[in-house]
């Protein structure tokens, strides 16, 4: 039905044209505004490797999973590795703890790794620069620094005094916790980008190799591979091995001593990895003995429980003081406020046959002694904030530098030793990028996160453990895999939820379409902060107006 | 065609015949035969494309026109009295929107004390509301306002009262000639609005006008009324053309034209007095009488053309100012103030008082030599009156007037009398 | 094949990572209507509401899905109160679809005007949907309500709730919860307040009439105000819907906490959701995680003096009136 067209317009001022609140821009009441913030979100600011964690999560969330890979590749090449050997300290940041459990981003990783080599995802390098980089280590530093420089286009080559690649994740981590063959794709991948290693050979002077090989550059990550030792008044009836023998033979498959009832003395990973390498080998008893109080010990704790529940016999508190035969007399200690506890002059003893020294470990220094300028100070080469040393040229990271000695921060290290390679051979400086601010889990808004318990990876059943090296913990499923990344919370970075776009009373965001997130229209902000409060990742900060 | 009919079901039949749309309903003496009859009609299929709906009160019988004249539909209800009153709100809404709502009020006085008769109390209380008000003398031109109604309405935009006498109107039979429907479709066009609620050209009614504008409103308003002074004449003209017979218009004279006294009044109650004026002028006094019709808006130059000759006027009216006096009067003398014309005011009828032939004689001979009071009460007993005054002044008795009052004149009074 | 032992999480399929108003691994249908990149804001900017209203955001929510199961066919009449005074002060208007605004108390006989108009007419697939107050609903406006509802008139009422007639500057109405502060139940005296009444529970009330559908909802759950939206325009005849929405000013909270006191209210069980269809209970939304009920109060200015010294039987009594919803209509989930 039409109106009259007769008659006059509509009556005046009692009755309004659709569109005309617009004119009134009620921008002008406010006294803060809401602003989009990217802000970092725990996990990639712990992970020690510097890996964009939640931008892959993202990509696995929708299940596009070579996309997730491919940005893990970005920082770390050994994923299959890491999935399995990693410490994981991202899922002890994860802001998702604080609501139900962390994100499974470990078991996630590991299921995108070994995606990858099912799949046989490459990595081509970068455009050739005619620049030549000697590496010296085999390990995940190396093998990491190796292929970020292809990936730059530098030519690489790795020498290794071992027989096979992998450093400390071969040599130092039982294959129960990470199968061979899995390593051995890794590497593969990376020595497919044209990557020579040059193993069984021991570099003894650094600087001719690299004359020789006219190389442009060094990065030296040789490890710690020197036992640390504790003296042990004994009369030599049983043997005194140190840890790191142990499980070179056990990769080896060197004929085993550990046998009978066997002490492991040590707190670290090392001495789990040990106790339960000889559980494995068939040990009648096997039993770790720590000098520090359980909560001070520094394993990580799954790592014990998983020993544990193979049979593993922990004592801690205890020093050993003497070996006489099969005796070995301990001291009792007593937990301080301290760390480390105080002697108590009460002693007891218990029966071994083989006792492992699994105290740590120190660098070999003395193919550093004839690289002029490389320092040494207690023990450990010293690198400035580009993992230079004191020597031109010559770089260093990894277990022989201060570090937190694990597989990830040796990856880490790789990777940023190979930024500040690649900038020094096109003779710049590498600047590393700005770090935003981040975020804790009284920035987000967790209601709108769904009740999802953290899946739960099988884990092979005990039996079957302690006879065997198959691998212990199991994979994720593809089902799985999505699921858990879909746990992410996407802490700090907008991920279109449309959360803020729904909630402002006053209809002033404006939605730019999938991918392109949203904008305030200022006009017509109140600035009543509800879109900040409802935001579920923290992505809005609320700043306040100049007035 | 000519029937023998009771007047609310004429009104029903007329209202029929301008095709309503939505008509709602609530019952309140004595206008609820006309709602009756439309509820029977509707239902019997009478009317075509029709919604009758019975609703919970007066205010949800207006209001719920309001919501289906501003949806484009052509909308009709009927009140009295209290229900009026209980409408207020919605009265003042629908006028204020420019709703062209039509409206019967069978006229009826308000308490309290309650009262079920006749006298133009309610109508009088909407006076000020922008609603046009229209007073039918007889059932004939109740029917015949009823269809100009709607037409004056919807060319406005401004909603209509027709006004009619209760009981001395609505619940009398006569005999009426109820026009055909293509007469009434010749006379009245579908309703298109001026303003419509329609997804196809959304809009806002109903805004929040502030000091900045409200007085443009109320103008614009005001001069609608000033309008309608052109268009009712108008319409009045188109009716007759087409029915046959001079209805409505603004002002009505019986022999006033050259009259030196002349009575003006609204409504039914000319009926009686022209009697009373034809026996006067045979006995040889100058007097005539005059009828308003649109009593809003007033037909001021109507008024003052047809009384110009006059020498004096008496205002008769069924209602009262309380405080101030008779509001017709009022209204009369602010229209001929320049004139030198006496203009007598009397109050009568109220509450449905029977107004006889005998005292209105009585009472234009008393005006004639400008002895009457201002105001005049007509038929007032004047001793019950005094008595009560002289009991206030003398005891406290509590209770209401009416109460007391009763105790001297009515079933009490009756029972000590026995 | 070594045997590996259980526990694989089953994948829900609602377990796309959110519950919030859209979401990127979605499709479209499965999004709230508030997320659509052209939704129809049927409630646009430049409104005076204050800031953090839950009204103007309850209003968008449910016309905006209003306009969607409708195709666009709506006709909207306001009853006087904070709704239509900051959407229509001339010379601007804030609606985009066709609305009207006659008085405080008759917008329920209206809408029934309109319905009729329609009905008359013959186009009865434009709908017709009356909105209002508290107070426009529950006193002045009830004895409308009551005969829209008698008749059956093919209108959807929505109740927007603040709990008190906030337009004229926070007066109490019938909807207003014990204890609660207003300008005439002020924190004072023996009893500091509003009574703690017999109480005025328009949905109810709603569901004795027997009415086709009635519902409660509330601003933080938007899905589920959407769906009972869209469920009530599948029906005709009178529907009616009660929306919780919380007031920053006249509940003393701060304008950011809108959605959240009302996620609180709802948790806590002091305004249970439910559905009702022709005076039966079909359903109710179940409370996710429970809270008590002052951490809703401790927000909001109002029942600040509750929890002074003294005044314990007041918070007694309003966790007594959460405890006796969540009984009432079974809010907490059997299995957790």
Redesign the interface.
């Known amino acids: 039905m039409k109106p009259n067209s007769v008659l006059q317009s509509k009556p005046f001022a009692i009755t309004l044209d659709v569109g005309t609140s617009l004119l009134n821009k009620t921008g002008t009441w406010r006294t803060e505004r809401p602003v989009y913030q990217d802000r970092l979100p725990p996990c990639n600011h712990a992970c020690p490797a510097g890996e964009n964690i939640q931008a892959w999560l993202g990509h696995a969330e929708e299940g596009d999973y070579e996309a997730a890979w491919r940005q893990i590749m970005e920082d770390n090449p050994l994923p299959a590795t890491m999935g399995r050997v990693c410490y994981h300290p991202c899922e002890g940041a994860c802001n998702r703890a604080g609501l139900d459990e962390a994100v499974g981003i470990n078991s996630v990783e590991r299921f995108l790794g070994d995606q990858a080599l099912m799949h046989g995802w490459q990595i081509e390098p970068g455009t050739a620069t005619g620049k030549r980089v000697m590496i010296v280590g085999a390990g995940p530093a190396g093998l990491s620094a190796a292929f970020h420089l292809r990936r730059f286009g530098h030519e690489v080559t790795i020498f290794d005094a071992n027989p096979q690649a992998g450093g400390m994740i071969r040599y130092g981590i039982p294959k129960y916790r990470m199968p061979r063959e899995k390593l051995r794709a890794e590497v593969a991948r990376i020595e497919a980008m044209a990557v020579e290693i040059k193993l069984n050979t021991k570099i003894d002077d650094i600087l001719r190799t690299k004359q020789e090989g006219r190389f442009d550059a060094v990065f030296l990550c040789i490890g710690a591979q020197l036992p640390k030792h504790v003296e042990i008044g004994s009369d030599d009836e049983i043997p005194i091995l140190d840890a790191a023998a142990v499980l070179r033979d056990a990769e080896l498959d060197n004929p085993s001593k550990l046998k009978g009832h066997v002490v492991v003395y040590g707190g670290g990973n090392t001495a789990i990895d040990v106790a339960r390498t000889a559980i494995r080998m068939g040990a009648i008893s096997t039993t770790v003995i720590v000098f520090e109080a359980r909560e001070h010990m520094p394993a990580h704790s799954f790592e014990v429980e998983e020993a544990l529940e193979e049979g593993v016999v922990l004592t801690c508190l205890r020093s050993i003081k003497q070996v006489d035969c099969r005796s070995v007399t301990l001291e009792r200690m007593r937990a301080t406020n301290e760390r480390w506890p105080e002697s108590t002059g009460e002693f007891e003893s218990i029966e071994a046959d083989v006792i492992v020294q699994a105290i740590g470990q120190d660098i070999d220094g003395g193919v550093l002694r004839n690289v002029p300028g490389v320092e040494i100070k207690d023990g450990i080469a010293q690198v400035d904030g580009t993992m230079r040393t004191g020597a031109e040229e010559v770089f260093a990271g990894g277990d022989m530098v201060p570090s937190i000695r694990t597989v990830t921060a040796a990856i880490g290290h790789g990777k940023k030793a190979a930024r500040n390679i690649d900038a020094y051979l096109r003779g710049e400086n590498h600047a590393p990028p700005e770090k935003h601010e981040v975020v804790t889990f009284d920035m987000l808004n967790t209601w709108y996160y769904s009740d999802a318990p953290r899946t739960v990876r099988p884990m092979l059943d005990v039996v079957r453990r302690k006879t065997g090296f198959a691998e212990v913990v199991g994979d994720l499923d593809d089902h799985n895999a999505a699921f858990e990344a879909r746990r992410c919370m996407s802490c700090g970075n907008c991920f279109e939820c449309d959360n803020c776009y729904g909630v402002c009373p006053d209809n002033a965001i404006t939605k730019l379409g999938p991918g392109k997130r949203f904008t305030f229209k200022y006009d017509y902000c109140k600035g009543c902060s509800i879109c900040a409060t409802e935001c579920p990742c923290g992505a809005i900060k609320m700043v306040l107006e100049d007035i | 065609m000519l029937k023998q009919v009771e007047g609310s079901h004429a009104v029903a039949e007329a209202v029929a015949l301008c095709r309503p ?2 008509i ?1 309903a609530y019952p309140i003496t004595p206008q609820t035969h006309i709602v009756e009859d439309l509820g029977t009609m509707v239902k019997a299929g009478g009317i075509e ?3 009758f ?5 007066e ?3 207006l ?11 052509r ?1 009709y209800t009927a009140t009295s009295s209290q229900g009026m009153l209980f409408m207020m ?2 009265v003042y ?1 629908a006028s ?3 709703l062209p709502i039509v409206m019967t009020v069978g006229n009826r006085a308000i308490g309290a004390p309650i009262n079920i008769w006749n006298d133009w109390g309610d109508s009088m209380s909407a006076r000020d509301s922008g609603w046009l008000q229209l007073f039918a003398e007889t059932n004939q031109e109740a029917v015949d306002v009823h269809i100009q109604a709607f037409k004056l309405a919807e ?1 406005l ?1 401004m909603p209509v009262m027709v006004c009619m006498d209760g009981f001395i109107l609505t619940h009398a039979y006569a005999r009426i000639d109820i026009p055909n429907q293509a007469q009434v479709d010749e006379f009245l066009p579908p309703f ?8 196809a ?10 000091p900045e ?2 007085t ?2 109320r103008y ?1 308003a005001h001069h609608k009324q000033l309008e309608a002074l052109e268009l009712i004449p108008k319409q009045a003209a188109e009716f007759e053309a087409i029915f046959g017979r001079d209805s409505g218009g603004l002002v009505k004279s019986y022999e006033a034209e050259d009259a030196e006294t002349v009575v003006v009044t609204m409504g039914s109650v000319i009926g009686t007095m022209k009697e009373v004026l034809t026996g006067m002028r045979e006995d040889g006094i100058s007097i005539g009488g005059l009828t308003i019709r649109s009593f809003r808006p007033f037909p001021r130059e109507a008024l003052r053309e047809a009384l110009k000759h006059a020498k004096r006027v008496i205002v008769f009216e069924k209602s009262l100012a309380v405080g101030m006096g008779g509001i017709v009067a009022m209204n009369l003398r602010m229209a001929l103030q320049d004139f030198p014309i006496r203009v007598h005011s009397a109050i009568g009828g109220l509450g449905g008082r029977p107004i006889t032939r005998v005292n209105l004689r009585r009472m234009f001979e008393k005006g004639i030599q400008d002895q009457l009071e201002e105001p005049h009460f007509h038929d007032i007993n004047m001793d019950v009156v005094n008595r009560e005054i002289e009991r206030e002044q003398v005891e406290r008795r509590s209770g209401a007037i009416a109460e007391n009052i009763l105790h001297d004149v009515g079933v009490v009074a009756a029972a000590k009398a026995i | 094949m070594t045997q590996i032992s259980e526990t694989k999480q089953k994948v829900k399929f609602y377990q796309t990572g959110t519950l919030t108003a859209g979401n990127r691994l979605l499709d479209e249908e499965h999004r709230s209507v508030q997320a659509t990149i052209d939704r129809s804001n049927s409630l646009d900017s430049g409104h005076r509401a204050c800031q953090g209203c839950g009204e103007a955001l309850g209003a968008r929510f449910a016309i905006d899905a209003a306009l969607r199961a409708t195709n666009n066919q709506l006709i909207a009449a306001n009853a006087t109160g904070c709704l239509e005074v900051f959407t229509t002060p001339y010379p601007e208007t804030a609606w985009s679809m066709p609305w009207i605004h006659s008085l405080f108390g008759n917008a329920a006989a209206v809408a029934a005007g309109i319905a009729a108009a329609r009905k008359a007419k013959g186009g009865e697939d434009v709908r017709v949907i009356a909105q209002g107050g508290d107070g426009g609903t529950t006193d002045i406006g009830f004895g409308c309500l009551s005969g829209m509802f008698d008749r059956n008139d093919d209108v959807l009422y929505i109740c927007y709730n603040n709990q008190a007639y906030m337009n004229t500057g926070v007066q109490r109405s019938s909807a207003t919860p014990g204890a609660a502060r207003t300008a005439t139940t002020m924190p004072v005296g023996p009893e500091p307040g509003n009574d703690f009444s017999t109480g005025k529970n328009v949905p109810l009330i709603a569901m004795a009439h027997q009415i086709p559908y009635v519902a409660t909802a509330s601003v933080h759950d938007l899905h589920d105000l959407e769906h009972k939206v869209l469920r009530a325009m599948s029906f005709h005849g009178a529907r009616y819907i009660e929306i919780f929405v919380p007031c920053p000013l006249g509940w003393g909270s701060k304008p950011g906490d809108t959605i959240k006191i009302a996620r609180l209210a709802i948790e806590s069980g002091m305004f249970p959701l439910i559905e009702a269809e022709d005076g039966e209970v079909t359903g109710v939304t179940k409370i996710r995680h429970q809270q008590p009920v002052s951490e809703y109060l401790k927000l909001q200015r109002r029942f600040a003096h509750v929890f002074k010294k003294g005044n314990e039987t007041q918070l007694e009594a309003l966790q007594g009136i959460a405890d006796r919803n969540i009984k009432r209509f079974n809010l907490l989930s059997s299995v957790e």
């Not at chain 2, 709906?53 to 009160?57: A, H, I, N, Q, T």
């Open positions: 749309e939505v709602s494309n029709c919604q709906m019975l609703v919970e009160s205010f949800g019988a209001s719920a026109c309001i919501g289906s004249s501003a949806a484009g539909a909308s709100e919605a809404n204020g929107m420019g060319e935009s298109q609005p001026r303003q419509v609620l329609d997804p050209a959304p809009l806002s009614m109903g805004a929040m006008v502030g504008a409200f443009e409103v614009l």
